[in-house]
C-alpha cells in the first residue's frame, strides 16, 4: 500500500519529513493528541492550542447556561475526519470521530459528568480521563476537527516545500472560527489521492495513544498513591511478610476503588498535585522517535544511506534541486524536534528578499535552545541556506544569508555548501559577521553534515550537541 511520499515521487522517507508519512489507503495507527500541541511552544502548536481552548470553552459555556441546541449545534459539526489517514480501521479510513449521533451521547456524557458539576473539566485533553464513553479515536477526531484550518496551512507549506500538486478541495469538514465562536465553511488547498484529500500532520503532534491516558493515570498513579496511604495508614489491606516488611497489593486496591471516572474525577479534586506530576511525565516523554513511527526503521544504517546519498549529489546547477531536497532531510533528520515545520523560500520583506528554507526553532534544551534563548541571536526561526557550487563559498553568499535576518526573526542561520577548500577564511568571515552585530551563521560543508552523521551511525548522537557549540563558538568570538 502507497505511502504518501512513495505516491507523490518525494525521495525522502519518515526520518527525513517534518509529517507523519501516511499509508493513503488505510489508517495508521496514530493519535493527534491535544496535550502534544499544549505543551510545545512553537507559534504553530501555540495557535492550535488557543482554538481548542476557545471551542471547548464555548462547549463549556454553553453547557452551563442550559442551551442545549447551541451544544447540539457545536458538537454536530464535529465530522469524522478521513483526510489525516490516522486511527484504528484496519481497511480504507472510515473516520471514527463525532457523529450525528455520537455528538448528542458526547454533549450527554459532559453534561453528566462529576467532572463537569464539580468545575474540575476544562481541558479537552483530560475528557478521555473523566468523561465516559470518551475514548482516544473521538478525543483524536475532536482536535483534528477544531484544528482542520492550521492543518490545511501546514499541509499546504509542506506540499510546496516537497513539490506535490495541490487543488480546490471543498468536500471536508469546516474550521473553527475563535473570533466568531462557530463554524465556518472553507475552501482548502490540498494533495488528493483517488478524489480523496489528504491532511498532513506534524510528528510533534501524534502519540501512539493519547498522553492523558485514564487507565495508565487509574493503573500507575492513582492506585500507587493510595496504596502508600493503605500502607501508612495500617489496617486490613496491610499485608506482612515473616521479615516484617509490609505492603499493600494493587489487587486490594482495585477491589474497593475499581476503575470509574467520575471516581476518577473525585480523586483528582481531592490531590490535584497526582494529576500535576502525572502531566509532567507525560510531557517530558516528548515527541515520538522515528523507530516509534517505524518499526523497521534503523537510525544507525541510515545515518549510512544518507551518508552515501550525499556524496553521489554532484555539485552544480544541474542538480541543486536534488542537493535542496536531500539537506532539508538530512537537517530534519539530524535536528528533528529541535527544529520543525521546514518552510521552502520563505518570503521576508514583500518577497524581495528569499531563503532556502526555514525552520521553526522549538528546541527546549541543547544546542538551538541556547541559540533561541541567547539574546545577540533570539532565533525564533533558523534560516538555511543551500549551495550546490562547485565553487568556493565567499563573502556575498555570507552577506546573502546575514542579510534575512530580523528582530522579529531572529539573527542565526545555516549555510550549507558542498566544500570548503579555505575553511579558515570562511569561519572568519562569519566571526567578522558577528562581531559587526550583523548576525550569526553557521557554515556546514559536507564533511561537517558527514561526521554529524556518522556520530548518528556510531550511537553517539548526543555528541551533535557540543560539535555544534564548538563551531559556533569558532565563528562568534
Known amino acids: 500500500m502507497p505511502k504518501f511520499c512513495e505516491h507523490f515521487g518525494l525521495p525522502h522517507t519518515q526520518a527525513e519529513v517534518d509529517f507523519v508519512d501516511v499509508d493513503l489507503e488505510t489508517d495508521t495507527q496514530l493519535y493527534v493528541c491535544p496535550y502534544a500541541i499544549e505543551i510545545r511552544t512553537d507559534d504553530w502548536s501555540a495557535q492550535c492550542s488557543a482554538l481548542i481552548r476557545s471551542f471547548f470553552a464555548e462547549v463549556l459555556a454553553q453547557l452551563r447556561a442550559g442551551n442545549d441546541a447551541r451544544v447540539g449545534h457545536l458538537l454536530g459539526h464535529l465530522h469524522e475526519p478521513n483526510e489525516t489517514r490516522l486511527g484504528q480501521s484496519s481497511d480504507r479510513p472510515a473516520g471514527r470521530g463525532v457523529g450525528a449521533n455520537k455528538s448528542t451521547l458526547l454533549g450527554d456524557a459532559l453534561r453528566n459528568s462529576r467532572a463537569y458539576h464539580t468545575g474540575l473539566l476544562n481541558d479537552i485533553s483530560e475528557t478521555e480521563l473523566f468523561i465516559h464513553g470518551v475514548g482516544r479515536d473521538t478525543i483524536s477526531d475532536l482536535t483534528t476537527n477544531i484544528i482542520r484550518g492550521k492543518l490545511a496551512e501546514y499541509t499546504l507549506e509542506q506540499c510546496e516545500l516537497h513539490n506535490v500538486p495541490v487543488q480546490d478541495v ?116 516528548g515527541p515520538l522517535e522515528n523507530r516509534q513511527l517505524d518499526e523497521d526503521f534503523r537510525e544507525g544504517l541510515f545515518a549510512e544511506v544518507l551518508i552515501d546519498r550525499l556524496r553521489a549529489i554532484p555539485g552544480g546547477n544541474r542538480d541543486a534541486t536534488a542537493y535542496h531536497h536531500l539537506a532539508t532531510g538530512i537537517c530534519t533528520f539530524l535536528f528533528y524536534p529541535d527544529l520543525i515545520t521546514p518552510i521552502k523560500e520563505y518570503e521576508q520583506h514583500d518577497g524581495r528578499k528569499r531563503v532556502d528554507i526555514v525552520f521553526t526553532n522549538a528546541a527546549n534544551d541543547g544546542f538551538f535552545h541556547r541559540r533561541l534563548s541567547a539574546p545577540q541571536t533570539r532565533a525564533v526561526s533558523v534560516f538555511v541556506e543551500c549551495k550546490n557550487y562547485t565553487r568556493e563559498i565567499a563573502n556575498p553568499e555570507l552577506d546573502q544569508l546575514s542579510g534575512r535576518f530580523s528582530i522579529r526573526r531572529g539573527y542565526f542561520g545555516i549555510l550549507l555548501c558542498r566544500s570548503m577548500d579555505n575553511r579558515d577564511r570562511i569561519l572568519d568571515g562569519c566571526r567578522d559577521t558577528a562581531i559587526d552585530g550583523r548576525g550569526y551563521m553557521l557554515p556546514l560543508a559536507d564533511s561537517d553534515l558527514i561526521h554529524m552523521l556518522e556520530l548518528v551511525r556510531d550511537g553517539n548522537r548526543h555528541s551533535i550537541d557540543g560539535y555544534l557549540e564548538a563551531l559556533f563558538d569558532r565563528t562568534s568570538r
Open 170 to 285: 471543498r468536500t471536508i469538514g469546516p474550521s473553527w472560527n475563535p473570533a466568531r465562536r462557530n463554524w465556518e465553511a472553507r475552501t482548502y488547498r490540498l494533495p488528493v489521492h483517488n478524489r480523496r484529500p489528504i491532511l498532513l500532520v506534524p510528528k510533534t503532534s501524534v502519540r501512539l495513544r493519547m498522553s492523558i491516558d485514564s487507565q495508565e493515570f487509574y493503573n500507575f498513579h492513582m492506585v500507587e498513591f493510595l496504596q502508600a496511604e493503605y500502607l501508612q495508614a495500617g489496617g486490613a489491606l496491610v499485608h506482612t511478610f515473616k521479615n516484617g516488611t509490609q505492603t499493600v497489593y494493587k489487587k486490594s486496591v482495585k477491589e474497593i476503588h475499581p476503575f470509574i471516572k467520575d471516581d476518577l474525577a473525585d480523586f483528582v479534586r481531592q490531590h490535584p498535585e497526582v494529576l500535576e506530576r502525572y502531566k509532567e511525565m507525560a510531557g517530558a516523554k
